[in-house]
């Protein structure tokens, strides 16, 4: 059942946050194509590595990208459930209430994993296109920066589609995603326990693995707290 919940409500995302899912990491890789062709005599020479320089150039603006993100489609997918009033038309389905809040979940981690996979696409489609030397590329470092973006903001991916589910009123989840988009790019060099710090790797993407782990573990922590809560949640 929770595969045909899940299938349902695939089928309800709306165009426009398709066009939101294709258009971030697009915005964020025609920023940095421009950024190079002005600049490109001057960015290539601050490292002989290109491929590492043009992650961390990306990296730069995709923690704050991706949060807003996040925000917007969640706030979409959840919102629309509450403005026609469909929770009560789902729970009358021989479904358990959790599995239709699961398959809300499930479906806003894959619509970040498909942005994140276009934008791994489109890191070494730039990259071609600047004639960067394809056997210098670093695909752990890569997958690192474009995927463990993810892991490393679960714990706030957990706060925002919680109080989306939990709350009618989507502003105060805007709220929070608007705002810790803001932060996370002045949180740079701060200490490493700090969870707006992990999505920056500030000790280089090859060593990422710590602040994917981390962000892991406490997101995985407030998702059982999520998932108590919504079992004991009754409907509105």
Do not use: C
């Not at 940095?32 to 603006?61: C, K, M, P, T």
């Not at 979409?76 to 403005?83: A, C, K, L, P």
């Amino acid at each position: 059942m929770l595969k045909v919940a899940l299938k349902n409500d695939f089928l309800k995302v709306k165009k426009h946050i398709w066009v939101l899912i294709v258009g971030f990491p697009i915005m964020v890789i025609l920023m940095q194509a421009a950024n190079y062709i002005f600049r490109f005599e001057h960015l290539i020479g601050l490292s002989d590595d290109y491929w590492n320089l043009l992650l961390q150039n990306v990296q730069f603006y995709w923690p704050s990208v991706l949060i807003l993100l996040i925000t917007l489609v969640i706030s979409s997918t959840i919102g629309i459930e509450f403005q026609h009033n469909m929770w009560m038309r789902q729970f009358s389905l021989p479904i358990k209430r959790t599995k239709l809040y699961m398959s809300k979940i499930y479906l806003n981690l894959m619509l970040i994993f498909i942005t994140s996979a276009l934008l791994f696409l489109l890191i070494i489609g730039l990259g071609l296109f600047l004639k960067f030397n394809i056997g210098d590329f670093s695909f752990f470092e890569t997958i690192v920066m474009s995927y463990g973006t993810i892991f490393t903001l679960l714990p706030l991916f957990v706060i925002l589609i919680g109080t989306s589910i939990l709350l009618k009123n989507q502003a105060f989840t805007l709220t929070i995603g608007i705002a810790s988009a803001v932060v996370v790019m002045y949180t740079y060099g701060l200490p490493e326990f700090l969870p707006f710090q992990w999505p920056h790797f500030d000790e280089g993407f090859s060593q990422g693995m710590p602040d994917i782990l981390r962000g892991s573990v406490l997101g995985a922590l407030e998702f059982i707290i999520l998932y108590i809560i919504l079992s004991l949640k009754k409907p509105a």
